[in-house]
C-alpha cells in the first residue's frame, strides 16, 4: 500500500496513542487523540463552538494509509474550512485548517490501496 499525501500541511509534534492535540477549526475547538485497536488506530475529534457550545464528536478507524477529512462549512457560497487527520504507518498526522472549496473536498484523493 502506498500513501501519497493531499495538499494538506501536517504536524509534526509527537501524537502518541491516548494524547491529546489541539485543533483549531473556524469557530470551532477541539482535540484529536487516538488509540490502537486490533483492526486499526481508532481516531476520534470532539469540537465545540465556545465554551457553552455543545460539542460534536467524530470517529474512525484508520488502517495505514487511510484519512478522513473533516469540514466546517462557512457563510453560503463561502469555502469550508476543513482539516484532515491520516494514518502513515505508525504515526497519525493531523493537518493545518485550510479554506476548500466543495469540489477539492469531494474529490480529495484517497490512499492507493
Do not use: C, W
Not at 500513501?3 to 469557530?27: D, K, M, Q, V
Not at 457560497?77 to 472549496?101: A, H, K, N, Y
Amino acid at each position: 500500500m502506498s500513501f501519497t499525501p493531499s495538499h494538506h500541511s501536517y504536524t509534526t509534534s509527537e501524537f502518541a496513542p491516548g494524547n491529546g492535540h489541539s485543533i483549531h477549526l473556524a469557530r470551532f475547538d477541539g482535540v484529536v487523540y487516538y488509540t490502537v485497536e486490533q483492526d486499526g488506530y481508532k481516531v476520534v475529534a470532539t469540537l465545540a463552538s465556545g465554551a457553552e457550545g455543545l460539542p460534536i464528536r467524530f470517529g474512525s478507524t484508520l488502517r495505514s494509509g487511510q484519512r478522513v477529512v473533516i469540514s466546517v462549512p462557512q457563510a453560503a457560497g463561502e469555502p469550508s474550512v476543513d482539516f484532515e487527520i491520516v494514518r502513515d504507518g505508525d504515526v497519525i498526522l493531523v493537518s493545518q485548517p485550510i479554506t476548500t472549496s466543495a469540489d477539492e473536498v469531494t474529490t480529495a484523493g484517497v490512499a492507493d490501496q
